[in-house]
């Protein structure tokens, strides 16, 4: 398989991952989208882009700093991919700040909800912010004056800084010539003016502002010539030597610890920020003028998050959607023998966030409480600080039941988290183990034990997204009830195999990475392709995250050659080209952008009209089928593989209001359609929950 060089056969990754946030912030542009929501949105791509520097920019300047030869799938070496990156970050943040300055704050305005600067302060504004800062923000504050007693303090990860220009002497006599101010991370970001001094129903005062109009407070008697803010975002990657490790978590902790000290990957400044202090704070932490983002507005816009929470204007929100308990989870809590009995009777899907998540907590509130019960197994990747779930597994260890947990404590940016839990775990008596060193356990199961009329019987759930009550409410996934004996054996061996030792399990029903899970969904592709050779119907649909494995991508790219026609509803990440002639021209990519985060992995495969239906935790990437365990498991039920094939696919391909469609050259085009609009956000809403 060839392409010209104009033209390669993947896409690049990191370019594709901005293309995704460029939907995100068209969703912050859209008039239709509610106001507080639009500014949510502004919010997220904000987030989205300090983890990209965090994580794939550092990478990016690593392959540079070893001088990296080898190009990547896309043909491209490290030094052309960071051209690139760096100047579509820089457009896209460009847009990013027009959205919120000249869309967004206007109409908040005209709402009543005020971000007021200094300038536009009047006499009784004034004075209360001069009270506030004397009193809530000047204590807090220690301003470092740069000198050979002062070294240049050492900053954390994003913090929020001021580099402030001074002129004259100090009571000691020496000549004041730079000073750095870093804003604590206990002082809030944005403060809230009493409604008789703002005159609005809603008015605010940023942090920068406060520390800007009164940054003369910190020095008495020399002059300030200027304050200007900036931050700087480090290689927050951790490091892990997988061969030398002992003690996973004790080895982790020490990771963690030296994360907000990485080496820098970005600095944004002050758009009025002079040259030459520009130029000092990039000799400071040895970044170039490629690596500078000037900011016109605060550098970092995730923190006005805040603002979507703290007003009460519902009528600027998504309306409020109440995710129902389905049938026959309305009535049983409290009635174990009737919950277990519901799904021994039949397999029990839910789709989050449609339908509520309330079903799995009462399965293990169930479970810990059942004198039934004599063992829970469960993995968990991401789970939360105040997790209902967690203090359910606490209970039933306290029982004396006995529980398993798989922590993943390697899970990004949830490291502390789960070694807190695990923690907690470990004091009350359960058996805590931390998966492979290697292999992050990122499959979604739990699994109950029972003692009925003598015997055991296993009842597991297992889904395509975090036991995180919280994300369940925004994040799109399935999960499967089941009794099924299969199903239910299968989890276990995978359990046995993550707590102990031994060969490779032969599983009956389970899809497992690393071991069957990418040689089998070759094999399901190689096989559509052989339907269409032989004149038969062949037909691949699959939903996911991110498609980057380049051996899947080939499959399919021949698949498409011999006929099959391909269906691919990619939310983010997608390196594969669609639409190419000669190459793909019978594979088309959607990504559905809107109100909730499409986040469950669904796999269909016509299979000469066996439909192959199965849901997964994995993503079709190198990590998830090669240094991760991940299952995906089959929908079994002729009635609920129904329901997945018209959920997952067929309104999604149907919808023309969240869906955008990807072009050959990697660019993505709204779809629009002359015909009734049609979401698939909405339909499911109505559909699963009345709405």
Not at 174 to 198: C, E, F, G, H, Q
Not at 484 to 500: A, H, Y
Not at 602 to 612: A, C, P, Q, S
Request: a positive charge.
């Amino acid at each position: 398989m060839t392409s010209d060089a104009a033209s390669p056969l993947f896409l690049n990754r990191e370019l594709s991952l901005l293309k995704f946030n460029e939907r995100v912030l068209a969703l912050a542009e859209s008039p239709d989208t509610p106001l507080l929501e639009r500014l949510r949105y502004v919010c997220i791509v904000s987030s989205n882009l300090d983890e990209f520097f965090e994580i794939r920019v550092s990478t990016l300047k690593e392959q540079q700093r070893q001088k990296s030869q080898t190009r990547g799938p896309d043909g491209q070496l490290p030094s052309e991919t960071f051209g690139q990156v760096t100047a579509a970050v820089q457009a896209l943040v460009a847009r990013k700040y027009s959205v919120l300055y000249e869309r967004i704050l206007p109409r908040l305005k005209e709402e009543g909800i005020v971000l007021p600067l200094a300038s536009e302060w009047n006499e009784a504004q004034q004075a209360w912010a001069l009270e506030v800062f004397r009193r809530e923000v000047m204590p807090l504050l220690t301003p470092i004056g740069l000198s050979p007693g002062h070294p240049f303090p050492r900053v954390f990860n994003k913090s929020l800084n001021f580099i402030v220009p001074l002129q004259g002497r100090d009571a000691f006599g020496r000549k004041a010539s730079i000073a750095i101010v870093s804003a604590p991370r206990a002082l809030p970001r944005l403060i809230r003016m009493p409604d008789d001094v703002s005159g609005q129903p809603h008015g605010f005062v940023l942090l920068t502002s406060l520390i800007r109009a009164f940054v003369g407070e910190l020095f008495p008697g020399i002059a300030v010539q200027g304050c200007f803010q900036w931050r700087v975002t480090r290689n927050s990657d951790l490091f892990v030597d997988d061969e030398e490790i002992t003690n996973l978590r004790l080895a982790l902790q020490g990771e963690l610890s030296q994360r907000n000290f990485g080496a820098a990957v970005r600095l944004e400044i002050d758009a009025q920020m002079p040259y030459e202090l520009e130029t000092f704070l990039q000799r400071e932490f040895s970044l170039a003028p490629i690596d500078t983002y000037r900011i016109n507005g605060p550098v970092n816009l995730s923190r006005l998050m805040q603002l979507c929470n703290s007003v009460d204007r519902p009528d600027l929100l998504y309306s409020t959607y109440h995710a129902p308990v389905p049938e026959p989870f309305k009535h049983v809590v409290g009635k174990p023998d009737e919950l277990f009995a519901a799904i021994a009777a039949r397999d029990q899907l839910l789709h989050h966030p449609y339908q509520s998540f309330r079903p799995v907590i009462d399965f293990l509130t169930a479970a810990a409480a059942d004198p039934k019960v004599v063992a829970i197994k469960q993995t968990i990747y991401r789970t939360g600080e105040d997790s209902e779930l967690m203090q359910l597994l606490l209970a039933a260890a306290r029982a004396g039941k006995e529980v398993i947990v798989v922590v993943e404590l390697m899970a990004r940016f949830d490291e502390q988290t789960n070694i807190n839990w695990a923690a907690r775990l470990e004091e009350v008596g359960a058996h805590v183990v931390y998966g492979v060193v290697g292999h992050k356990t990122h499959a979604k199961m739990a699994l109950v034990l029972r003692r009925e009329n003598g015997e055991l019987r296993r009842y597991g759930h297992l889904g395509t997204g975090n036991y995180h009550p919280s994300t369940a409410r925004l994040y799109t996934d399935f999960g499967l009830l089941t009794a099924n004996p299969d199903l239910c054996e299968d989890m276990d061996k995978v359990f046995s195999q993550l707590t102990g030792l031994g060969m490779r399990r032969s599983l009956k029903a389970l899809l497992q990475a690393p071991f069957t899970l990418h040689e089998t969904i070759v094999e399901m592709v190689r096989r559509e392709a052989e339907h269409a050779r032989q004149g038969k119907r062949a037909r691949i649909m699959a939903k996911m995250n991110s498609l980057l494995e380049p051996s899947i991508i080939e499959e399919l790219y021949k698949a498409s050659q011999a006929g099959v026609k391909i269906d691919l509803v990619v939310r983010g990440l997608c390196t594969l080209r669609a639409g190419v002639p000669g190459l793909s021209e019978n594979i088309r990519v959607r990504s559905i952008v809107g109100r909730f985060l499409e986040h469950s992995r669904v796999f269909y495969f016509l299979d000469g009209g066996k439909e192959n239906v199965y849901l997964s935790s994995a993503d079709w990437m190198d990590r998830n089928f090669f240094r991760r365990v991940e299952v995906a498991f089959p929908v079994l039920d002729k009635t609920l593989k129904r329901r997945v094939i018209s959920e997952a696919f067929t309104y999604a391909l149907r919808d023309n209001t969240l869906a955008w469609v990807q072009k050959p050259g990697g660019d993505y085009q709204r779809v629009r359609s002359r015909g009734k609009p049609f979401s698939l956000h909405g339909q499911l809403m109505q559909k699963l929950g009345g709405a």
